[in-house]
């Protein structure tokens, strides 16, 4: 009975008395569209798109619900500006608070590539073999199970679009190291260094979230921003994550 009481324990969510360490990284699909016409307060969501495993053993499952809103939003002659937090991991009744960090965001477009085999050959050989290029370079060859970064580092992957690879500081790009570059971590169609904007034309991560309101990552463009519904955000939990 006890056994079974903690394989179950296991595969919940994480729970409001957990905490989530800094340096966990949470890759989401977000399910809402961010446009420089929004107003500030707006809802946004997201989910989980790869199961992550803490620490301490518990598992936020795939499909996991992630909240936010957008803070601030502003549109001028020179571009525009909207400021997003995520606050919480939401699972049915149970809610955890959480500051996040935005470590790399990607177009929809840019996520379906990262699905799809190099060299299109996905009438031929069966996804299982496919080998598919992620979100900032890395190459994921199925049929050997292992994901390969451009500095050397591997990986696995870990079926479907899921891999586990350690994160590499990219320090031209903005992405420091820190928390949770230590250990593998759940990248789903993201790249070790992968850090900012892919396929989202002039905009950029202006802040991440590690200022002096943490947790708030400022998005900037010289045009209206318009991040659609399907993007990757490649999410880490901020080292002060209290709200």
């Known amino acids: 009975m006890k056994l079974i009481a903690l394989t179950i324990a296991l595969l919940l969510p994480v729970v409001p008395s957990d905490r989530v360490p800094a340096g966990t990284v949470i890759p989401i699909m977000l399910n809402s569209r961010l446009n420089s016409k929004d107003k500030p307060d707006e809802s946004i969501e ?9 620490p301490s053993g518990i598992k936020i499952r795939e499909g996991t619900r992630i909240q936010g809103h957008t803070v601030s939003v502003s549109k001028g002659k020179s571009g525009s500006t909207i400021v997003v937090k995520f606050t919480a991991i939401q699972d049915e009744d149970r809610s955890v608070p959480v500051a996040f960090r935005a470590l790399a965001i990607a177009s929809m477009a840019n996520v379906n590539d990262a699905h ?25 060859k199925r049929g050997w199970g ?20 350690r994160l590499t500081a990219n320090e031209a790009a903005g992405c420091s190291t820190g928390p949770g570059y230590d250990r593998e971590q759940a990248l789903w169609v993201f790249s070790s260094p992968a850090c900012g904007t892919y396929g989202l034309g002039k905009m950029k991560i202006a802040n991440s979230g590690v200022a002096s309101h943490v947790g708030e990552i400022t998005l900037t463009s010289t045009r209206d921003i318009d991040i659609r519904s399907g993007s990757g955000w490649l999410l880490i939990v901020a080292e002060d994550s209290s709200q």
């Open 146 to 165: 292992r994901v390969f970064s451009s500095g050397g580092l591997t990986g696995k992957w870990v079926g479907g679009s899921s891999v586990v690879i």
């Open 46 to 54: 997201g989910k989980v798109m790869q199961e992550v495993t803490l």
């Open 116 to 140: 799809r085999p190099v060299g299109g050959n996905s009438d031929i050989d069966p996804d299982t073999q496919w080998v598919t290029r992620q979100v900032g370079g890395d190459v994921v």
